[in-house]
């Protein structure tokens, strides 16, 4: 055998070593598994979803320093939707298209979320929603689907029981953006008001990129109601209907669902005209969550200021990232994207930051989660309780 034989046949048989023992780490082959993290990233509320992207990092960056993966790293792969479901596709056919990347944190809309669910369900890529709550998305028999948060259908009649027993409103008016996430709110908020005995309720909406409202607050007006929903996305919108609610001369109540628990777009930018203004969360304030102390200081010190769904975010990642863990340590450090999404799905009773265990019913709702109700004092949130409490 010549020597430049010899040689090329040490080269092969090194190769060949090496091939299986790269692939043992993860399905890519590279020493590296990718995680997707889809969300707006730009647009009107890009604020809401950087923070939430940072909090995915944080999470990631945290696991990786662990070494679960003996060596093997996680990286996070950005898909921009920009709060559309257009973009959301796109986003979507990107993240499924990377066969190292097994499973995704987010979309964070309902209508992104219902756009993009059959791109993720056709390739077995689970993802993990930390803030869509439109009641038919785990209802539709994808098997990829599954959230961190409550559900509209919870969300709405909380908030309809809390209009009607403690606010006692007696004329309601509901303002949508014509969005999956707002109509289903209002619908729930509006087919549960009448069962608490306030038949006098009326429905108006706006679109996305509405600034001016003076038509439908000409609506309010003559509607006479004593309380507007607002069930938006966009808190900064909130923001602006209340400010032109007041100086259009309309004194009536505002209250809005999760979309417009946001402090700085929403309390603060709407001024004394959200003075006792009161919003739901699918989440709790995290700042009164004892387990999320140490989260809470070192996204603050690292990001600043948090927005609502940091710690879902934060969450929803890490139940991931256990999915991918247990995957690796059941099949030899191999991960697949149908392991991962089985490990996921599998959830039952996680405890991290956000003060309940977690888990996942067949439909991959989330179990345990509760509503609470915040109210808008000098510029921030004061809880006021549980809703049905």
Do not use: W
Not at 93 to 122: Q, R, W
Not at 235 to 256: C, N, S
Not at 305 to 310: E, P
């Amino acid at each position: 055998m010549s020597v430049k034989k010899a040689l090329s046949l040490i080269l092969i048989t090194a190769l060949a070593l090496a091939v299986p023992a790269a692939l043992a780490g993860c399905s890519s082959g590279q020493g590296t598994i990718k995680i997707g993290a889809a969300g707006p990233f730009t647009g009107s509320l890009s604020k809401i979803g950087l923070d939430s992207l940072n909090a995915i990092k944080m999470a990631v960056d945290e696991f990786n320093a662990s070494g679960k993966l003996k060596g093997v790293k996680v990286k996070v792969v950005v898909a921009d939707d920009g709060a559309e479901p257009a973009k959301a596709t796109v986003a979507a056919e990107k993240l499924a298209a990377d066969k190292s990347l097994v499973g995704v944190i987010g979309p964070m809309n309902s209508g992104t979320v219902n756009a993009a669910l059959p791109i993720y369900e056709k390739a077995g890529l689970v993802i993990i929603s930390q803030s869509a709550t439109n009641t038919a998305l785990t209802e539709s028999g994808y098997k990829v689907m599954h959230r961190v948060c409550p559900r509209d259908d919870q969300q709405g009649p909380a908030a309809a029981r809390f209009i009607a027993e403690q606010i006692k409103a007696k004329k309601v008016f509901i303002i949508d953006d014509k969005s999956t996430y707002g109509q289903g709110l209002a619908d729930q908020v509006a087919a549960t008001l009448p069962k608490l005995g306030l038949s006098s309720v009326t429905r108006g909406q706006v679109t996305s990129d509405d600034k001016e409202f003076s038509p439908i607050l000409g609506r309010v007006k003559a509607s006479g109601a004593d309380l507007v929903f607002l069930a938006l996305p966009d808190p900064a919108q909130g923001a602006m209907i209340a400010k032109q609610m007041r100086a259009a001369g309309i004194t009536a109540g505002i209250m809005g669902g999760d979309g417009l628990y946001e402090r700085d777009q929403f309390a603060k930018a709407g001024g004394p005209a959200l003075e006792g203004a009161y919003v739901t969360s699918i989440t709790p304030s995290l700042k009164d969550v004892p387990a999320a102390k140490d989260f809470v200081a070192r996204f603050e010190a690292k990001y600043g200021g948090m927005s609502i769904f940091a710690g879902q975010s934060y969450e929803a990642t890490n139940i991931l990232l256990k999915g991918i863990a247990d995957a690796a340590a059941a099949h030899d450090g191999k991960v697949t994207r149908a392991d991962v999404l089985a490990g996921v799905h599998g959830t039952k009773g996680y405890v991290g930051i956000l003060g309940a265990p977690i888990g996942f019913d067949d439909h991959g709702d989330m179990t345990g989660g509760s509503i609470f109700i915040f109210q808008v004092k000098s510029g921030d949130f004061v809880l006021v309780g549980r809703a049905g409490e």
